[in-house]
């Protein structure tokens, strides 16, 4: 069996699917594309974590974790930059829910960044094991920047 982020699972059709897939308006895109709008588009990205969560009008959405590259600060503009990029990128079915900037990625020791514990942040789980993890602050920077978001969209409805 494969590592937690590289199992199957199955979506509410039944189909199955890889957990680093996501479903953006019937048609299946790599969460990694997502990851991919730091290549070339934005010289402001040092690297960015995309994983899928749950939506209820869409079904699932990607989530962005992004680390900016030093002397580029979190903004609006920024955010809605990015935004722009992966949409223009993956066309006009690319449904992002949201970009969280954060200072580091979960990673592993040999720089694999840790899916399974985004998800977890975003799900509000306990990430299990991270005995391999290079830094552990990142969980609490990850958690600390999705909830942020949450309550700057709730400020906002």
Same mark, same amino acid.
Request: charged share 30%.
């Given at each position: 069996?494969?590592?937690?982020?590289?199992?199957?699972?199955?979506?509410?059709?039944?189909?199955?699917?890889?957990?680093?897939?996501?479903? @953006?308006?019937?048609?299946? +895109?790599?969460?990694?594309?997502? /990851?991919?709008? +730091?290549?070339?588009?934005?010289?402001?990205?040092?690297?960015?974590?995309?994983?899928?969560?749950?939506?209820?009008?869409?079904?699932?959405?990607?989530?962005?974790?992004?680390?900016?590259?030093?002397?580029?600060?979190?903004?609006?503009?920024?955010?809605? #930059?990015?935004?722009?990029?992966?949409?223009?990128? @993956?066309?006009?079915?690319?449904?992002?829910? /949201?970009?969280?900037?954060?200072?580091?990625?979960?990673?592993?020791?040999?720089?694999?960044?840790?899916?399974?514990?985004?998800?977890?942040?975003?799900?509000?789980?306990?990430?299990?094991?991270?005995?391999?993890? #290079?830094?552990?602050?990142?969980?609490?920077?990850?958690?600390?920047?999705?909830?942020?978001? +949450?309550? /700057?969209?709730?400020?906002?409805?």
């Amino acid at each position: 069996m494969g590592r937690e982020e590289d199992e199957l699972v199955a979506d509410a059709r039944g189909c199955c699917l890889s957990a680093r897939c996501v479903a @953006l308006e019937s048609l299946w +895109r790599a969460l990694s594309d997502s /990851e991919n709008m +730091r290549i070339g588009y934005n010289p402001a990205v040092a690297e960015a974590g995309a994983i899928g969560r749950p939506d209820e009008l869409r079904g699932e959405v990607v989530a962005v974790f992004v680390v900016l590259r030093q002397g580029n600060q979190p903004s609006e503009q920024m955010r809605h #930059e990015l935004l722009e990029t992966v949409r223009h990128w @993956l066309g006009p079915v690319a449904v992002i829910g /949201e970009i969280n900037f954060v200072s580091g990625l979960p990673k592993t020791r040999s720089g694999k960044i840790m899916r399974r514990v985004l998800k977890a942040v975003i799900l509000d789980r306990d990430p299990g094991d991270i005995s391999t993890i #290079e830094d552990a602050a990142s969980v609490e920077d990850a958690r600390s920047a999705w909830l942020e978001m +949450r309550r /700057e969209v709730r400020a906002g409805s």
